[in-house]
Nanobody
Framework: QVQLVESGGGLVQAGGSLRLSCAAS????????MGWYRQAPGKQRELVAA???????NYSDFVKGRFTISRDNAKNTVSLQMNSLKPEDTAVYYC?????????????WGQGTQVTISS
């Protein structure tokens, strides 16, 4: 059973920075893609950024140039450095690990961490 634990959310003013981290425990299998999603009140969960096992990254347009995703394969961790934060970045942020077990992939989610940006 894979468990993901997130940390690093909080309240900051617009223009500030936060760093989110997510660590996996219990995985004996390959963790393929890692990513961060967010969900604001009344909205659907959306992709923020993703990173492949080899380090290729993908960012949603609304965070390009402001957020940076990184991972440590040895430690099974993923981080999201968020700079130049805006009030519209306010949401619950979830990490996602895609674990490969043979030919099948499974998605695991963190518990979510609240990020609030004040104007």
């Amino acid at each position: 059973q894979v468990q993901l634990v997130e940390s690093g959310g909080g309240l900051v003013q617009a223009g500030g920075s936060l760093r989110l981290s997510c660590a996996a425990s219990g995985s004996r299998f390959s963790i393929n893609a890692m990513g961060w999603y967010r969900q604001a009140p009344g909205k659907q969960r959306e992709l923020v950024a993703a990173i492949s096992r080899g380090g290729s990254t993908n960012y949603s347009d609304f965070v390009k140039g402001r957020f940076t995703i990184s991972r440590d394969n040895a430690k099974n961790t993923v981080s999201l450095q968020m700079n130049s934060l805006k009030p519209e970045d306010t949401a619950v942020y979830y990490c996602n690990f895609r674990v490969g077990i043979g030919p099948v992939e499974f998605d695991y989610w963190g518990q979510g961490t609240q990020v609030t940006i004040s104007s």
